[in-house]
């Protein structure tokens, strides 16, 4: 027997995946996170999964995990000391950065504080060209003191960063050669490792960044390792990156920031898988947990992607999902303003105490409070009757601090609430949507997270979406999105280049390096020869433009034919972003990147349906449920393992399972595919009509 096992760390709750290999069931578990430690929560849902189903620790055969510690650390500032050497005259760099308020109007808006205090900001003699050629040789009689100040102050971490090093690593080298001996027990990186590509600000905060993170995600990753061990799994963990992947634990320890995005990516991941066996190629994920709401667009089946992002307000430039992040969940806490407004969120009540209802000592009202005041959850019980739920306390809460605040009614006050989230929510989908030039109305809203398929009805229907698809365990999908997550590694180099047939060696050249690094990793990470592939890309743009459009590249060597091929999908590329192209302007090679991706091989599609309905579908229950202009209505309550494909009903409904609600309104009509996806369909569209 063999298992693979997936787990995913959210704010509110921690949850697992385990999938059968040989029996090809899938079973889901949650239990409460434990924010001030997120592995006592893993480790404690992996004995209990194990014990609930007779499973050996040895039969894992994988074990993957999303994890928010290199997040959680940025945005609170919790980084390890860190030292940073660079190039004399640029010390100030991090501060000056691109001289960009964070907010364009405030004057008085304070800026991020410093990965780097000034004073463990170290110049050294050194000096290298925009074409590579050493000006100045390195100074090693000051590198020696810079370190002795390092080792006097305390230093954890050591962040390399030299000019245009991406060219002519070899100082960048000796600086890490030499702090990595003199400073054992010290976390060092050099900027031609991490992110050997130019504009020195975005690299200097993505290498600066990594450093800091790197002794705080060794520690956590160093003890969750040795707790598995002890459980007696033998299979070694994957981590998941931002760019939907996985990747060794070994690799994460050497640069923990591309983890810094790892949680809400592997749900993009999963999307993608199910979208393209549902055949529903366009699709917007909506995953709403219990204290965010992270959306993302799919085109085509291919999710966009990002290689610059904002954290804490710096900007880490690493391959990612492009995934908008909005506080808004079923933990999220309903709260009046100074004006005597009602706002929902960003503050959530999170696992402890978590939601009033919860009786752990919550007294915020949140999301999850006003759901169960309109009955849309389980007023007794959620997660299958392992969690007793105290509605009265929840309307109770209600009562007090929002609707006598406001004099209005506890039930109106109820549907405020969840109206503010939607419109939140809503917002963010139009941001990776029409803010980008797509159509909402194009697209097939998938439906996931523990609170997601509760409240994509009424966002789908504002929004003009035809349809919803909620897949099988919606609650625990991250956890088993990182059963299908592929190993995968990017890497890039910058070498400007003219595009033209008489510099094809050079491009050829670059290529043929990233690949060498590639066949590398590939030997390192033990990829089966049949499971590997490489994909290549180039950053272009026109002569004399700032920033470039990424173009991938056939897998053939590169030649003139294939080099006319990439410039025409450029001046294509350009057109659909920017509405024009120039033809006869010059056109540059800036960065070249390459993926190398081991595919998985695991079988995760779960249990097989029988061919025929063997009894006629009933529902297991009715409930009154409040629905907005139509104030309480008798629903059937079906529970999700009874529904079977090609079963089909109307709203007012709803469906019941271990980790989700799904609300299905008066005039949605609800089927069941062939994988067991249920498709929601508006009949009568609300919101913007196309």
Same mark, same amino acid.
């Given at each position: 027997?063999?298992?693979?096992?997936?787990?995913?760390?959210?704010?509110?709750?921690?949850?697992?995946?385990?999938?059968?290999?040989?029996?090809?069931?899938?079973?889901?578990?949650?239990?409460?996170?434990?924010?001030?430690?997120?592995?006592?929560?893993?480790?404690?849902?992996?004995?209990?999964?194990?014990?609930?189903?007779?499973?050996?620790?040895?039969?894992?055969?994988?074990?993957?995990?999303?994890?928010?510690?290199?997040?959680?650390?940025?945005?609170?500032?919790?980084?390890?000391?860190?030292?940073?050497?660079?190039?004399?005259?640029?010390?100030?760099?991090?501060?000056?950065?691109?001289?960009?308020?964070?907010?364009?109007?405030?004057?008085?808006?304070?800026?991020?504080?410093?990965?780097?205090?000034?004073?463990?900001?170290?110049?050294?003699?050194?000096?290298?060209?925009?074409?590579?050629?050493?000006?100045?040789?390195?100074?090693?009689?000051?590198?020696?003191?810079?370190?002795?100040?390092?080792?006097?102050?305390?230093?954890?971490?050591?962040?390399?960063?030299?000019?245009?090093?991406?060219?002519?690593?070899?100082?960048?080298?000796?600086?890490?050669?030499?702090?990595?001996?003199?400073?054992?027990?010290?976390?060092?990186?050099?900027?031609?490792?991490?992110?050997?590509?130019?504009?020195?600000?975005?690299?200097?905060?993505?290498?600066?960044?990594?450093?800091?993170?790197?002794?705080?995600?060794?520690?956590?990753?160093?003890?969750?390792?040795?707790?598995?061990?002890?459980?007696?799994?033998?299979?070694?963990?994957?981590?998941?990156?931002?760019?939907?992947?996985?990747?060794?634990?070994?690799?994460?320890?050497?640069?923990?920031?591309?983890?810094?995005?790892?949680?809400?990516?592997?749900?993009?991941?999963?999307?993608?898988?199910?979208?393209?066996?549902?055949?529903?190629?366009?699709?917007?994920?909506?995953?709403?947990?219990?204290?965010?709401?992270?959306?993302?667009?799919?085109?085509?089946?291919?999710?966009?992607?990002?290689?610059?992002?904002?954290?804490?307000?710096?900007?880490?430039?690493?391959?990612?999902?492009?995934?908008?992040?909005?506080?808004?969940?079923?933990?999220?806490?309903?709260?009046?303003?100074?004006?005597?407004?009602?706002?929902?969120?960003?503050?959530?009540?999170?696992?402890?105490?978590?939601?009033?209802?919860?009786?752990?000592?919550?007294?915020?009202?949140?999301?999850?409070?006003?759901?169960?005041?309109?009955?849309?959850?389980?007023?007794?019980?959620?997660?299958?009757?392992?969690?007793?739920?105290?509605?009265?306390?929840?309307?109770?809460?209600?009562?007090?601090?929002?609707?006598?605040?406001?004099?209005?009614?506890?039930?109106?006050?109820? *549907?405020?609430? #969840?109206? &503010?989230? %939607?419109? $939140? /929510?809503?917002?963010?989908?139009?941001?990776?949507?029409? +803010?980008?030039?797509?159509?909402?109305?194009?697209?097939?809203?998938?439906?996931?997270?523990?609170?997601?398929?509760?409240?994509?009805?009424?966002?789908?229907?504002?929004?003009?979406?035809?349809?919803?698809?909620?897949?099988?365990?919606?609650?625990?999908?991250?956890?088993?999105?990182?059963?299908?997550?592929?190993?995968?590694?990017?890497?890039?180099?910058?070498?400007?280049?003219?595009?033209?047939?008489?510099?094809?060696?050079?491009?050829?050249?670059?290529?043929?390096?990233?690949?060498?690094?590639?066949?590398?990793?590939?030997?390192?990470?033990?990829?089966?020869?049949?499971?590997?592939?490489?994909?290549?890309?180039?950053?272009?743009?026109?002569?004399?433009?700032?920033? *470039?459009?990424? #173009?991938? &590249?056939? %897998?053939? $060597? /590169?030649?003139?034919?294939?080099?006319?091929?990439?410039? +025409?999908?450029?001046?294509?590329?350009?057109?659909?972003?920017?509405?024009?192209?120039?033809?006869?302007?010059?056109?540059?090679?800036?960065?070249?990147?390459?993926?190398?991706?081991?595919?998985?091989?695991?079988?995760?599609?779960?249990?097989?349906?029988?061919?025929?309905?063997?009894?006629?579908?009933?529902?297991?229950?009715?409930?009154?449920?409040?629905?907005?202009?139509?104030?309480?209505?008798?629903?059937?309550?079906?529970?999700?393992?009874?529904?079977?494909?090609?079963?089909?009903?109307?709203?007012?409904?709803?469906?019941?399972?271990?980790?989700?609600?799904?609300?299905?309104?008066?005039?949605?009509?609800?089927?069941?595919?062939?994988?067991?996806?249920?498709?929601?369909?508006?009949? #009568?569209?609300?919101?913007?009509?196309?």
């Amino acid at each position: 027997m063999s298992y693979r096992l997936g787990i995913d760390v959210g704010g509110t709750f921690t949850d697992l995946a385990l999938f059968d290999e040989k029996q090809g069931t899938l079973n889901v578990f949650k239990i409460a996170s434990t924010l001030h430690d997120p592995s006592e929560a893993i480790l404690s849902g992996i004995k209990k999964i194990l014990k609930r189903f007779s499973i050996r620790p040895r039969e894992l055969s994988y074990l993957g995990h999303g994890t928010t510690v290199a997040t959680n650390s940025v945005i609170e500032n919790r980084g390890a000391k860190t030292g940073l050497i660079t190039t004399k005259g640029f010390r100030d760099l991090l501060e000056i950065a691109r001289q960009k308020r964070p907010s364009l109007y405030d004057y008085f808006a304070d800026k991020p504080p410093d990965l780097v205090p000034r004073t463990l900001r170290k110049e050294i003699t050194e000096r290298v060209s925009a074409r590579g050629e050493v000006i100045v040789q390195l100074d090693t009689r000051e590198l020696k003191k810079i370190i002795s100040e390092f080792k006097k102050n305390g230093v954890e971490a050591v962040a390399v960063c030299l000019i245009h090093s991406y060219l002519y690593p070899e100082h960048e080298k000796k600086c890490a050669e030499f702090a990595g001996t003199a400073l054992p027990h010290a976390f060092i990186c050099a900027s031609c490792d991490v992110l050997p590509e130019f504009r020195e600000y975005e690299r200097m905060s993505t290498t600066t960044m990594n450093a800091s993170l790197g002794p705080v995600i060794a520690r956590y990753l160093e003890r969750f390792s040795e707790e598995v061990k002890k459980m007696g799994i033998k299979t070694r963990p994957y981590i998941t990156q931002s760019s939907g992947g996985i990747m060794s634990i070994e690799t994460v320890q050497k640069l923990p920031i591309r983890t810094i995005f790892s949680g809400p990516s592997a749900g993009v991941t999963g999307a993608c898988f199910i979208a393209s066996k549902s055949g529903c190629n366009n699709i917007i994920t909506f995953d709403m947990g219990g204290t965010s709401c992270d959306v993302s667009l799919v085109k085509n089946g291919k999710p966009l992607v990002s290689t610059e992002r904002t954290v804490g307000g710096h900007p880490v430039k690493t391959p990612m999902i492009d995934i908008h992040t909005i506080g808004a969940g079923g933990g999220s806490i309903a709260w009046i303003d100074e004006g005597g407004l009602c706002k929902v969120g960003p503050r959530s009540a999170g696992a402890s105490p978590g939601p009033v209802a919860y009786g752990k000592g919550g007294d915020d009202v949140t999301v999850t409070d006003a759901n169960l005041v309109l009955q849309r959850l389980n007023p007794h019980h959620l997660l299958g009757g392992d969690m007793k739920i105290d509605a009265r306390s929840a309307y109770q809460a209600i009562e007090v601090k929002i609707a006598s605040v406001l004099k209005m009614d506890v039930i109106k006050a109820a *549907e405020g609430i #969840i109206r &503010i989230v %939607n419109a $939140n /929510m809503e917002r963010a989908i139009q941001v990776v949507s029409v +803010e980008q030039g797509f159509d909402p109305r194009d697209f097939v809203l998938m439906s996931f997270g523990g609170a997601g398929p509760l409240h994509s009805g009424e966002i789908s229907k504002e929004l003009g979406i035809k349809k919803v698809l909620v897949p099988r365990t919606p609650g625990n999908f991250c956890a088993w999105g990182l059963l299908i997550a592929d190993v995968k590694m990017e890497f890039a180099h910058t070498h400007l280049a003219d595009a033209i047939p008489e510099n094809i060696d050079i491009l050829h050249n670059v290529n043929t390096d990233l690949e060498t690094q590639a066949v590398q990793w590939f030997e390192q990470e033990k990829i089966p020869p049949d499971t590997q592939e490489i994909m290549r890309f180039l950053d272009m743009r026109y002569s004399g433009q700032d920033y *470039e459009l990424s #173009i991938p &590249i056939p %897998n053939k $060597n /590169m030649d003139e034919t294939v080099l006319q091929e990439v410039i +025409e999908n450029f001046h294509r590329s350009h057109k659909r972003n920017y509405g024009y192209c120039i033809h006869d302007r010059p056109v540059q090679a800036v960065t070249f990147r390459l993926t190398a991706v081991g595919r998985s091989s695991g079988n995760t599609e779960g249990t097989r349906f029988p061919e025929e309905r063997s009894v006629p579908l009933k529902p297991v229950s009715e409930r009154a449920v409040y629905f907005t202009g139509q104030g309480f209505l008798q629903c059937p309550i079906f529970h999700r393992d009874a529904l079977f494909p090609k079963d089909r009903f109307t709203g007012p409904a709803v469906v019941e399972q271990f980790d989700s609600t799904v609300l299905v309104l008066p005039d949605q009509e609800v089927s069941v595919d062939e994988l067991g996806n249920i498709i929601i369909t508006n009949t #009568i569209a609300g919101g913007a009509q196309k």
